[in-house]
């Protein structure tokens, strides 16, 4: 894993690679590769995600996410990536630091997604992985934390072979496709030993 920072600390530009892939905060630019993406993979992240809105696939709605995401960077608050293939710059997927707490917490929550393409390949394994190491390295974070649905069993062994530890169930805890779901709660410290420390 290497990270590359290009600016301020909370600058927009802020890459990180890992294994075959790299991850970079979204742009205009990303848009149609993005919509072709979500379009496709409708079906299989339905489950898994909050309700979509009406107009979530239009270039507006893209373009207002954009300029949210870049408030809550400059706001210190989350730290939004698409992640890429290295080889040909496929769009896999997405992965969110977010629910950033600092003083006596100095804590972060993942969210990710993988496109139906790319699902079960390693890709988000790898992401995961490069972007603890961001967390821990380049936003001194002492403590990520994920979630999961309990029915959710491939993206609970992603996190475990992260070296994430379970350490409880949350009731009711998000609201994903229309109802309130539990969620298992998993988190990774910066002391921990596991992939993450082992790569340095």
Known sequence: MALFRIGAPHDNANFIRGEGLYLRPPEMRDFDQWVALRVESRDFLTPW??????????????????????????????????????????????????????????AGTFGYWMGAPHAGKGHMTKAVRAAAGFGFAALRLHRIEAACLPHNAPSMRLLERNGFQREGLARAYLRINGVWQDHVLFALLETDVGPVRREG
């Open 49 to 106: 995600e909050p309700t979509w809105p009406a107009d979530d696939l239009t270039r507006t709605s893209f373009r207002r996410r954009m300029r949210r995401q870049a408030e809550e960077i400059d706001r210190d608050e989350a730290y939004p990536f698409f992640i890429f293939r290295e080889g040909d710059h496929a769009l896999l997927g997405g992965l969110t630091i977010g629910q950033i707490r600092r003083g006596v917490a100095q």
